[in-house]
Structure formats: C-alpha cells, structure tokens
C-alpha cells in the first residue's frame, strides 16, 4: 500500500526554504507554496541559496512532491489586452520559478470567461495564451494542474467535462503539454459534486474517471466547507468542521482509488497560526 502524502501550504516568509522547515515542523511529507505574491504582478528574483537550501531539506526529509500554487491574478482567458498580457508573462514566470525549484506541480485556475461570449471561446482564448506563455520552455519533469473551481460568476472548470475540454484545447496548441489536474474537495461540493456521501463519493469518482481520467488527478487540495451543497460559494473550513463533514474525508483517505493522491490542505490556519489542527485531523482520520 502506498504511503500516504499528507501536506499543507506553507509560508515561505523569510526564505523558500522556511515553508520546508514549517511542513516538516507539522509531521508533513509534502507541501505547496507560492513563489511570489498571489495578489501582486510584481515578483522579486528568486535567490539561488535559498532554492538550493529548499532542495537540500527536500531531499534530506523525502519531502515530495512540492506543488507550487500559481498567481490569484492569472486569467489567461482574459479578453482584456492588459490583463491578457499580464497573465501572459505571470503565467511564464510561475512555470520558470516553479522549474528553477525543482516543483512538481504548478496548480493554477482556468479563470473567467466574463470577456467573452461563450465559455467556448473563453477556452480557446485560455489555450492560445497557454501555448504562447509557454513558447519554448522545456518541462523538465514539471508537471502543470488545472484546478477546478467552486463555480461562482463566470468563473472556468466547474464541471467536470469543462475542465475536460479545457485540457484538450491546450492540448491541441500544444501537443506535449503536461497537463493533469488539481480537484479541490471543498469546490467539488459547492459546485455540485456530492462528495459527502458514500454513494454520492463513488458516482462522483465514476466521473473523475470517466470525463478527467482518475489517473491524471495528482492532487487533491483537501478542505472542509462553511457553505452548503451546490451553493457555488467558496468558503473553507477545518477538516470536519463544515458540510462536507470528518466522515466524508475518512471515505476519501481510505479510498483505495485514491490511496496514491496527494492531499494538501488550505483550509484557515489555527490559533497557532498553522495548519496544525488539520495536518492531525487528517493524519487521525487516515488511521482510523
């Protein structure tokens, strides 16, 4: 049976390598973090003692893989020529950072097809700048997760088939792309997606299955919700705390479908400041 790949995302104030140091610090064996501001186009150049200290604690501690969690402001859909043209370079960028760190995954959202008259061609558009963003670059083992989202406003992939099709046309402009997926459980639910039963998990694995590919899902971003069923709201809660409930992820943990995912928590941090409570509350679940 494989090990279980429990992590959070972890603070890189300071120096890269302090997210390795807290992961470690809260019996993680994986982790994700942002290379830059998620909020800020600006982004300082990465220091190359502290990617190589980053490396250093990875391999001493197994500590894979790394994910790194692209820009909130990315939109590569955008049809404004400013914001497409942002979203252009910081999407470059987020891949170059991500290779020069050794990443394994770089997770980042469709975005919004607000700009356009259909979802179709919010897509094309999306690839269009996926292939131009990327023009040149080589993987290096880097693999890039489409996240689904909780489907509020116009917002891209929150339906299964969406995302579907959105790899697809990246695909087509780039044929060698490696593009899987990043499910989140919290938006899964919100969107639609009755994770929180048992017979309701299964039919919505079924799915991943058949539209996605289960294989191709490498990450699970495991969080709780504040917000009920189909409510397209995209509020987390502490594992157990929300309306998906503890008995749904114990499910999940224990899926043997899903035993070789790796689950990165985002859900609030305690009153210690960290993902403590929910590193424990997974870690407990998984046993029991």
């Not at 992590?7 to 992961?23: F, I």
């Not at 114990?250 to 609030?268: A, G, S």
Request: proline share 3%; glycine share 10%; hydrophobic share 40%.
């Amino acid at each position: 049976m494989p090990k279980l790949r429990i992590g959070a995302h972890t603070s890189t104030a300071g120096s890269l390598a302090n997210a390795a140091r807290e992961a470690l610090e809260l019996g993680c064996n994986c982790f994700q973090i942002f290379t830059r501001s998620p909020r800020t186009w600006a982004a300082p150049d990465l220091k190359l003692e502290q990617v190589a200290e980053l490396k250093e604690l990875r391999a001493k501690n197994d500590l894979t893989p790394l994910v790194v969690h692209g820009s909130y402001l990315l939109n590569l859909a955008s049809g404004i020529a400013e914001n497409r043209a942002n979203s252009i370079a910081g999407f470059r960028d987020e891949v170059q950072r991500s290779l020069a760190i050794g990443a394994d995954y770089l997770v980042f959202h469709p975005g919004s097809a607000k700009d356009h008259d259909s979802a179709e061609a919010a897509i094309a558009s999306l690839a269009d700048a996926f292939a131009e963003a990327t023009k040149g670059l080589r993987w290096n083992g880097l693999e890039v997760l489409l996240e689904n989202t909780a489907g509020g406003g116009a917002t891209l992939g929150r339906d299964l088939g969406e995302l579907a099709e959105i790899r697809a046309a990246i695909l087509r402009k780039k044929r060698n792309a490696p593009i899987g997926y990043c499910l989140d459980t919290a938006h899964l639910y919100v969107s639609g997606y009755d994770i929180a039963t048992e017979d309701g998990l299964e039919d919505v694995l079924h799915e991943i299955g058949d539209k996605l590919g289960l294989d191709r899902a490498k990450v699970l971003h495991t969080n709780d919700s504040k917000t009920k069923f189909a409510s397209r709201v995209d509020r987390h809660e502490h594992i157990g705390e929300g309306t998906i409930g503890a008995a749904a992820f114990r499910r999940i943990l224990h899926h043997p479908k899903l035993r070789n995912k790796v689950f990165i928590l985002e859900t609030p941090h305690g009153r210690d400041g960290t993902h403590r409570k929910n590193v424990e509350a997974l870690k407990k679940l998984a046993r029991g």
